[in-house]
């Protein structure tokens, strides 16, 4: 990571270069404006990135915090004579600010009410600002000395400074990337509950990462009203300065701090100088330049240019054909004593849960102890994912109590049960497939590690326990339904977990990935993890679990050893038909 | 007239605007309701597909004999009504070749991708319809005047002649012909095959192509109506409010204040969301300043997000 | 009558069929049994259209399916009902059947085949008032069956109709299924994880894994292979 991070900054600087120059070669005034502009749009396009491009959180309300950034600036010089150089930095705090307060109640919203919600904000705040009498606000001239109040005379100056913001942003924004943060909200924006379940705590990111996007947005805003003079709310709260900010984004590539450069660099000096040469007999053609290349954009490229490029460039080198995991690979260990005699690790009492009048588990209650491998099994429809939902923090249970270790661990979040030591799969495997191997065991491995190093130590180790060594360098997207299935066991086992849950973790295996599957499941035990264990069909489970715990339409219908369960009238009543009976 | 009176000479004036006005932007809101509620499609362009409904009616009075041949009172209305037709085939061959191409496609690479797409999709849409319309249409305001425009319903006198209301005449006749358009799309939907068809196919799409039933056309179909039943409400607005390219965006919040109020999926609620935004909107002049009006509404609305997300109307039935 | 031949299909880079080669014959019920995410249903949805193949073809009738767009395919004689019933939950339980009936042949047998439907589901014309959304899952199981049948199909495609369902209620589903059969002289075509019951009553089986026939054959061949008979029936 930190030789892309060293090669990124290398590009940029050369980026950089190449822009002085421009700056330096650009004809006249108007020229050098549009380049200002050009980067202006780039922050601004990058603080949308910073949120909804790694979260996935889309907004329609960036113009927020420009807006606000940009008044703080105005308002400040006007009223108490603050110099822009003071106040840009404070427009930051005031974007930020405003982040953690729209955060506060938006987040508690997902996919279209977010964007819709997000989408209120500005349109609120240009009416109030109108109302409070700041229709057009003009930033005072200052004579005196206008360098410490932001004048130049020289507009290339002003080029000069935007180009040290974007460097700044950029350098933040590559931080944020390599970093943890940076690998949450990837999780995040690809699925939020595995990131909540991976020991991830989803809130606290979503707050970082729209304060930092604020923060940006504010900077920005605050620039962009000393480069216009003049702040009127709806060139800075209006509906195309969130779009631009979006579409910068989107056109350029979404999730990559060149995308909002690379979007910009076009789309700005573009419909500037539509508008300037046509803009007299065309009075929309900016608008309407925008509008089509967000439009050719989601056709075409719906992640943008940058990876559209890259996917081609990536396809032309080849995929990086990595050996692929053969079954054999695992050594099989021998015959398992069915031992239950250690000390209580989990213990279930009473839990309840119902949905709209359905009662999806119903007063079910078991004890896990330490070093078993605990089987539940029932139907499909019979509440086996829902408990497991109602164990680690998914969802709340009505009553009844979930004790770990002695405590009682409902009400804290998903992430918080990981972190006490309870890690888990999906029935569903997601690994984030544009990540390596590697990546996606780490975001597992960073809930129990204290630092980077660790977190790779660990991801490792992890990666070896599965057998998946030799493929950390692939990427997830490329593998198959059973390497999928013991990426997601490595990134579970990343996080140190004490006690395991496994939801399903034999869908879609053959017979023989079956075995290999038990194999390792075995190895993870003999490894002194405790396992609990969903399974629909019975048959693998009577090879890998000491005790069943039986389920039906979400009460518990039987308790006990395989081979006593499955004569249990009551099970085979419920579960298993009395042809299957017949026939055993 | 004792103050009281004047009190309650405000709140029934208001009141009254309030339920007419709620009446249009009910009907707006319905053909919101109608393509979200059956796509899962939120559209960002409804405001300006509106505009075009609005300029399609005035067109369609002042340049196509409809004003010398019906008059200035039937004339605006039966404009209105058949800008419906006109922004159907456009919605429907919009859906067609620009928004049902992005259905699945991941933006973002984020859960519920397609809905993204589509959303951006919209947004570009919107943007491009705006300011063609600035091109085409130029930024001056228009406004269809009609006799109904300036004259008054006058109801009253009570409480001994002196508490009087009046009501503007067109949009009276307006919040008419929106509750028959209103009536006439509900039966549609409800009893048709074509509507039936419509609602398998919003209920579970994958099952109603089991059924036979052609979802892509059924979708197309629906976001040509939906397009339409707002543009007869833009149409029916634009006989008391002048308006201009941009005019999209003054009532896209309201449209999509009234839908989520509405609860997302049913055009009845849609349509009482609407007509609560309408009596929310007129009501808040009573106490708030007049360029407050909005931020009323955006205060209900994200009220609404909070507290209540299904809407006031939601299903009882949530389908997955 | 229905000829499956070497498709492939998948997901994003998963390959979820490899080469499935099944044949259905005119009358015939043919059951395909294997695990959960064997391919079952996603072979389903490529002879429905939901899925596209990326090679092979599928014959019905003589015609080439995968010529032919998904929402036709019911209006050639070809009933799918779906994994998880997918029954329209804020519709009624005859708007149900009528949105089965959807077909020209549906809607002109529509009499004959309500008849069929709630004679052998009499539950349905109890509660054809009723949202299917509040039907019980059994219930919920009956009426897709039912909306199958409203087509006037001429092969009945049933995609694990056992799920979720009490093994007492799933035996009354499938006893049903047969029954109607014989009634309209059916060809069905199965999926079912329940290898028993699935394999009962057929004509041919076939056993899917990971996307690949590994076994087929006559009921009986299959009733008494040692591979089916420990990984599928438990013994």
Request: aromatic share 10%.
């Amino acid at each position: 990571m930190g030789g892309s991070f060293t090669k990124s900054l290398g590009a940029f600087a050369l980026f950089a270069a190449a822009y002085v120059a421009l700056v330096f070669l650009a004809p006249d005034e108007y020229y050098q404006l549009m380049l200002t502009l050009v980067l202006v749009w780039a922050i601004m396009g990058i603080s949308w990135n910073t949120l909804s491009g790694y979260s996935g959180l889309i907004s329609f309300g960036h113009a927020s915090f420009f807006g606000l950034g940009a008044y703080t600036v105005v308002l400040l010089q006007v009223y108490y004579g603050l110099t822009p150089w003071l106040g840009i930095p404070l427009a930051g705090f005031v974007g930020a600010l405003a982040g953690v307060v729209i955060g506060l109640p938006t987040f508690r919203l997902r996919g279209h009410y977010f964007a819709l919600a997000m989408l209120a904000y500005p349109l609120a705040l240009l009416y109030i600002f109108e109302w409070l009498g700041f229709q057009e606000v003009a930033i005072p001239m200052e004579r005196e000395n206008p360098a410490a109040y932001l004048q130049f005379s020289d507009m290339r100056a002003y080029a000069l400074i935007a180009l040290a913001l974007l460097a700044c942003a950029f350098v933040a924004v590559r931080l944020i990337e390599s970093s943890r943060f940076g690998m949450s909200l990837l999780a995040i924006k690809q699925n939020e509950l595995a990131a909540e379940g991976a020991g991830i705590h989803t809130r606290k990111w979503k707050f970082y990462a729209i304060a930092a996007s604020g923060a940006i947005a504010g900077v920005i805003g605050g620039f962009y009203a000393v480069i216009l003079l003049v702040v009127t709310p709806p060139t800075v709260f209006g509906m195309l300065t969130s779009a631009q900010a979006l579409i910068v984004t989107l056109f350029g590539g979404i999730g990559t701090v060149w995308g909002p450069i690379i979007g910009a660099s076009i789309l700005i000096p573009l419909a500037e100088t539509l508008h300037a040469e046509l803009g007299n007999v065309l009075p929309g053609i900016q608008g309407v330049v925008f509008g089509v290349a967000i439009v050719g954009v989601i056709l075409i490229a719906p992640e943008g240019l940058f990876w559209k490029v890259r996917d081609l460039l990536y396809r032309r080198r080849g995929a990086d054909a990595g050996p692929a995991y053969t079954v054999s690979d695992v050594p099989l260990i021998g015959e398992r004593r069915h031992d239950l005699s250690g000390r209580t690790m989990l213990e279930v009492k009473g839990i309840s849960k119902a949905f709209g009048g359905v009662q999806a588990v119903d007063d079910v209650s078991f004890t896990v102890p330490e070093g078993s491998i605990i089987g539940i099994i029932g139907p499909n429809g019979a509440g086996k994912t829902t408990l497991f939902n109602l164990l680690n923090g998914f969802q709340k249970p009505d009553k009844g109590e979930v004790l770990f270790e002695g405590e009682n661990i409902v009400g804290l979040r998903p992430s918080a049960v990981c972190q006490r030591g309870i890690g888990r799969t999906f029935q569903v495997a997601r690994p984030f497939t544009r990540l390596s191997v590697l990546n996606n065991v780490l975001v597992g491995a960073y809930v129990a590690s204290a630092d980077d190093d660790t977190a790779l130590k660990h991801a490792r180790e992890a990666i070896a326990l599965v057998g998946l060594e030799g493929h950390e360098d692939r990427i997830a997207g490329g593998l198959t339904n059973i390497e999928q299935r013991l990426l997601e066991l490595a990134r579970a086992l990343a996080g140190q977990p004490r006690l395991l849950f496994l939801d399903e973790i034999l869908a879609g295996l053959g017979s023989s990935e079956v075995n290999a599957m038990i194999a390792v499941i075995l190895r993870v035990s003999e490894a002194g993890k405790t396992i609990l264990i969903i399974e629909h069909t019975m048959h693998a489970m009577l090879k890998l679990a000491d005790q069943f715990v039986v389920l039906d339409h979400g009460s518990r219908v039987a308790v006990g050893k395989p081979s006593e369960v499955v004569r249990d009238p009551t099970v085979i009543e419920a579960y298993l038909g009395k042809k299957w009976a017949n026939r055993a | 007239m004792t103050e009281n009176m004047i009190l309650a000479e405000n709140i029934l004036q208001a009141l009254a605007a309030g339920l007419l006005v709620g009446c249009l932007y009910g009907l707006m809101c319905t053909g919101l309701g109608m393509i979200f509620g059956i796509m899962r499609v939120i559209n960002f362009a409804q405001g300006d597909l509106m505009m075009l409904g609005m300029y399609s009616t005035w067109y369609l009075f002042t340049g196509f004999g409809i004003l010398a041949f019906m008059g200035a009172i039937i004339g605006p209305i039966v404009a209105a009504i058949l800008a419906g037709p006109i922004l159907f085939v456009i919605g429907y061959y919009m859906h067609k070749f620009l928004v049902a191409q992005v259905t699945g496609i991941r933006v973002a690479g984020s859960e519920g991708e397609g809905h993204y797409a589509q959303l951006i999709l919209t947004l570009g849409i919107a943007l491009i319809l705006q300011n063609g319309g600035l091109i085409v249409f130029g930024s001056e305001p228009v406004s269809i005047r009609t006799p109904l425009s300036s004259s008054a319903v006058i109801l009253g006198p009570f409480w001994g002649d002196f508490v009087e209301v009046f009501v503007n005449k067109a949009r009276l006749v307006g919040a008419g012909v929106s509750i028959a358009v209103v009536i006439v799309l509900f039966l549609f939907v409800t009893r048709t095959r074509i509507g039936k068809a419509l609602q398998a196919a919003a209920d579970n799409s994958e099952a109603a192509l089991y059924m036979g039933i052609d979802v892509d056309r059924a979708y197309h179909i629906a976001f040509g109506i939906g397009t339409a039943v707002t543009a007869i409400a833009g149409g029916l607005v634009a006989t008391y409010y002048p308006f201009q390219p941009y005019v999209g965006l003054e009532f896209v919040i309201v449209m999509y204040a009234g839908v989520v109020l509405g609860g997302f999926g049913s055009i009845i609620g849609a349509f009482w969301g609407g007509m609560i935004i309408g009596l929310v909107q007129q009501m808040s002049t009573l106490v708030l300043p007049i360029q407050l009006q909005n931020t009323a509404i955006f205060v209900v609305f994200l009220l609404v997000i909070f507290l209540r997300p299904q809407g006031l109307f939601g299903r009882n039935v949530e389908r997955v | 009558m229905l000829e499956i031949d070497n498709i492939t299909a998948g997901y994003e880079g998963v390959i979820a069929l490899n080469g499935v080669t099944v044949r259905v014959d005119e009358g015939e019920f043919v059951s395909i049994v294997g695990p959960n995410g064997a391919g079952k249903t996603t072979l389903f949805k490529v002879i429905a259209g939901t899925v596209p193949a990326r090679s092979g073809s599928i014959r019905f009738k003589g015609e080439d399916l995968l010529k032919i767009p998904a929402h036709r395919r019911p209006h050639l004689g070809i009933a799918h009902v779906p994994e998880g019933r997918q029954v329209f939950p804020s519709l009624t339980v005859e708007d149900n059947l009528r949105l089965g009936a959807y077909t020209d042949a549906g809607r002109r047998d529509w009499d004959e085949n309500f008849e069929t439907i709630i004679t052998l589901f009499p539950i349905l014309k109890e509660r054809r008032r009723q949202l299917a959304g509040t039907l019980s899952g059994g219930q919920q199981q009956m009426l897709a069956v039912g909306r199958g049948l409203a087509s006037s199909p001429s092969i009945l495609m049933l995609d694990e109709p056992s799920m979720g369902l009490a093994p007492a209620v799933a035996d009354a589903i499938f006893e049903s299924v047969v029954e109607a059969r014989k009634r309209r002289n059916l060809t069905v075509l199965l999926v079912e994880q329940r290898a028993v019951e699935a394999l009962e009553s057929c004509d041919h089986g076939y056993v899917l894994e990971t996307g690949r026939v590994v076994l087929s054959g006559r009921q009986s061949e299959l009733l008494s292979d040692d591979r089916v008979r420990q990984a599928y029936l438990g013994m």
